[in-house]
Nanobody, 127 residues
Framework: QVQLVESGGDSVQTGGSLRLSCAAS????????MAWFRQAPGKEREGVAA????????TYADSVKGRFTISQDTDKNTLYLQMHSLKPDDSAVYYC????????????????????WGQGTQVTVSS
């Protein structure tokens, strides 16, 4: 079992920055994939960024490339999402997710690939 706890969500103005954190605990295999997803009211859950342990390969959604950065501190078992140049469209509940096995790069932003989820943290960007 893996437990994930997100933090760092807040309300900011357009153009602002936030850093989300996801503390992981429990049993994590040496091969894993961790990701950030978001879900706005009335919309499907959207993959934002993912990082694969084997090669530290990183995948970003086109909508956040150049603005968001995913990273991890393996000593602290913590996943981060640094967000810059925030827009109102970035407003959503942000979820941390983990998968304790390999998945192909093309699927790393698919919610169905992940079996562990945090409770979410709200990000609100006002214009």
């Amino acid at each position: 079992q893996v437990q994930l706890v997100e933090s760092g969500g807040d309300s900011v103005q357009t153009g602002g920055s936030l850093r989300l954190s996801c503390a992981a605990s429990g049993y994590m295999t040496s091969t894993y994939c961790m990701a950030w997803f978001r879900q706005a009211p009335g919309k499907e859950r959207e993959g934002v960024a993912a990082i694969y342990s084997g090669s530290s390969t990183i995948t970003y959604a086109d909508s956040v490339k150049g603005r968001f950065t995913i990273s991890q501190d393996t000593d602290k078992n913590t996943l981060y999402l640094q967000m810059h140049s925030l827009k109102p469209d970035d407003s959503a509940v942000y979820y941390c997710a983990a998968r304790t096995s390999y998945t192909t790069p093309s699927l790393r932003l698919s919610a169905s690939e992940y079996n562990y989820w945090g409770q979410g943290t709200q990000v609100t960007v006002s214009s």
